[in-house]
């Protein structure tokens, strides 16, 4: 998850208590209470969650693969970086190609445009993100106040726009749905006016669903083992409190496996419906290659028109852009959902795992659409050209420009 937080916790040994506890080594008097009572003293004074370091003896996600995580996690901010260039760049061309004049008519390629700005959002703030992190200072234990700042910052900006691109993607499936399901309605049920609403929505809806977040989430304060000792600043959350849970289970189930369901669903219709096609295809081929026996009567082969092929090769694509949604985000909410019912121990020792790792898919995610526009739309491949030899597009009547879809 794009929005997951890290953590920096550390435990400290200060000399502001250190008399308290010289007094009770040397007092052989001294009983448990009043060390469980200085223990809980320094505890609150410096916002120590010794708690989670008991998290370490669980048995959440044990095993040879834990290893085999760790060792992507320490070269994540390599590739991460390696994505967010390509992703920044691809979709960048995807936003010139789409609003070019012969594409920009469709409302299907007005939701992609946004979802491809979206996108270019999310990976050119993750560069100085991951740059800091991972390449300059990687285990870097001293984080400062302005650090904190930005990682909440981080946190809430990626959140917003990563769930803005969900509710991109499940529009684009739903006004695919329509397209094929009601053909005859297509135009009313998918106008400009409601294409233009859609888009809105999916960026006024982020804020909204990521209130909890909001509350859950601050900049604490601690201390590390170094003499003297060093002040760090880290963001975490309140594991206490019924907010907490809320927050996990909105996030898990509102915004992420609500809308992998729906998009399941969908995409298997659309699956169904292209694989009839194929097979009304390969029927009519094998009707059209029987001999006539001298009758006249014969029908000729018969000819799938241009906008039957424009529309199969739209729906495979939107199928294969879905589909590697589903494989990014059906994880993340099932880990998310896990983490809300099992606690903040699942959460440290599954969740904060593989976090970089989810991370790195949905950063591909969002690049890899552009290699998948070019692969399965001739349009898109003739204007891309278009813009990048500078040449004069072919002249188009209304009509084209009106049922053109990448």
């Known amino acids: 998850m794009l929005e997951r937080q890290r953590y920096n916790t550390t435990y400290n040994d200060t000399d502001v208590d250190n008399t308290r506890l010289i007094s009770l080594l040397t007092n052989n008097n001294s009983d448990i209470g009043e060390w469980l009572k200085v223990l809980e003293d320094m505890r609150s004074k410096y916002n120590i969650t010794v708690s989670v370091k008991g998290c370490d003896f669980t048995d959440y996600c044990a095993g040879e693969f834990r290893s085999v995580i760790l060792a992507y996690n320490s070269v994540h901010g390599y590739i991460s970086f390696l994505i967010c260039l390509f992703g920044t760049l691809a979709n960048a061309l995807n936003v ?13 390629n007005r939701l992609l445009k946004w979802l491809a700005v979206a996108d270019v959002f999310v990976m050119l703030e993750y560069v100085p993100f991951s740059i800091y992190r991972y390449l300059l200072f990687p285990g870097q234990a001293e984080r400062p106040y302005s650090w904190a700042v930005f990682m909440l910052f981080h946190m809430h900006f990626t959140q917003l726009l990563h769930t803005a691109s969900i509710l991109l993607t499940l529009t684009l499936a739903i006004w695919r749905y329509l397209a094929i399901k009601y053909p005859s309605h297509g135009a009313s049920l998918c106008s400009d006016r409601r294409c233009s609403l859609a888009i809105l929505c999916s960026f006024l809806l982020p804020p909204v669903l990521c209130i909890p977040s909001y509350f859950v989430f601050s900049i604490h304060q601690d201390y590390t083992f170094d003499r003297p000792p060093l002040k760090v600043y880290y963001v975490d959350s309140n594991y206490d409190g019924s907010l907490y849970q809320i927050n996990f289970w909105v996030h898990a189930v509102v915004i992420k496996l609500l809308p992998c369901v729906i998009l399941t669903v969908i995409s298997a219709w659309l699956i169904r419906v292209l694989y009839r096609t194929k097979s009304r295809k390969k029927a009519l081929k094998g009707y059209n290659a029987c001999p006539s026996n001298g009758n006249i009567f014969t029908r000729k082969p018969t000819k799938r028109s241009k906008a039957e092929r424009r529309t199969d090769r739209t729906t495979r694509m939107l199928v294969a852009v879905l589909l590697l949604f589903l494989l990014t985000e059906f994880p993340q909410g099932i880990l998310g959902l896990l983490s809300g019912m099992l606690g903040r121990c699942f959460f440290k020792r599954c969740y904060d795992l593989f976090g970089e790792m989810m991370d790195a898919l949905a950063l591909l995610n969002g690049a890899i659409n552009f290699v998948l526009y070019c692969a399965m739309s001739k349009q ?12 004069k597009p ?12 990448v």
Request: charged fraction near 25%.
């Open 96 to 108: 010139a190609v789409l609003t070019r004049r012969d594409l920009a008519a469709a409302p299907i």
């Open 380 to 391: 898109f491949r003739t204007t891309f050209r278009q813009i990048l030899w500078r040449e």
């Open 394 to 405: 072919r002249a188009s009547s209304q009509t084209e420009l009106q049922t053109t879809y």
